[in-house]
């Protein structure tokens, strides 16, 4: 039996996620940082509930306690993640972008996700079959925000495509670090969720679609790879 943790699960990607890999079989908790919130989505889905704020170490780490005295884990879904947006749902542009508001998105989306893979790591050691799936987007590829053809070209933030160039740089590092570990990174593409205040093209069910996959990786998958539902992104 696969036990699977899927950060920021309460709802959106995440929460699709988790009723995807519960339908394949999967122990699936469903993290989140309001136990109100995660305990309603468990509920839900058929799921476990885990209290878990990405950006507290005391909260990651007693996640990490439960899960381990439950038996441990093999596969871990990196998916909380916020985007900056004004109060009118657009995207600050370079001209109004601060370092203080750049702050939150990096603790979130990147310090968080090494918060938890740090804890996490000892259970996946420990697992036959250890797997990692980072979320990250294509804002995230240097070469799709310079491809002019795409619409990631248009996009003038600074804070969150360049937290999500640092989930890929991590997810590389930690690849080579663990061999014995399938830890890839994804782009769900542009998916309508409360991150986008719902303006995205996709359905969470084809925005999850890559995350799913990766997350049932098998041991001779591959590893340190940069994924959405079509294949391999470029970095
Ligand atoms: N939607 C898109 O178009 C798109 C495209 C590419 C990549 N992505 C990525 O997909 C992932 C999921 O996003 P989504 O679109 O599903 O957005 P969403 O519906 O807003 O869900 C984000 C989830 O992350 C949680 N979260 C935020 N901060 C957290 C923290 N400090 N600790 C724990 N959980 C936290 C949220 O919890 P609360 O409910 O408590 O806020 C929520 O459960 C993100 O990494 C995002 O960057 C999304």
Not at 12 to 31: D, K, M, P, Q, S
Not at 175 to 199: C, Q, S
């Amino acid at each position: 039996m696969t036990t699977t943790l899927i950060t920021g699960a309460n709802k959106g990607l995440g929460f699709e996620t988790a009723r995807r890999l519960i339908a394949a079989g999967h122990t699936v908790y469903v993290g989140s940082r309001d136990a109100e919130r995660g305990l309603r989505a468990a509920e839900r889905l058929g799921a476990r509930p885990i209290l878990l704020d990405v950006n507290d170490d005391d909260s990651v780490t007693a996640a990490a306690k439960t899960i381990a005295a439950d038996g441990g884990l093999d596969v871990l879904v990196n998916n909380a993640g916020i985007e900056t947006r004004t109060a009118d749902n657009g995207v600050p542009g370079a001209l109004e972008t601060t370092a203080d508001l750049l702050r939150p998105v990096f603790e979130t989306n990147v310090l968080g996700m090494v918060r938890v893979t740090h804890a996490f790591l000892p259970l996946l050691l420990r697992s036959a079959a250890p797997v990692v799936v980072n979320v990250s987007s294509g804002l995230g590829s240097m070469a799709m925000v310079t491809d002019r053809d795409l619409p990631a070209y248009a996009y003038p933030g600074l804070g969150y495509p360049a937290s999500k160039v640092a989930v890929n740089m991590i997810t590389v590092q930690y690849a080579k670090a663990f061999p014995n570990m399938r830890i890839n990174a994804v782009e769900p593409g542009y998916t309508a969720t409360d991150l986008n205040g719902r303006t995205g093209t996709q359905t969470v069910e084809q925005g999850a679609e890559i995350i799913v996959r990766m997350a049932q990786v098998g041991p001779d998958g591959p590893t340190g790879g940069f994924f959405n539902a079509e294949g391999v992104l470029p970095w």
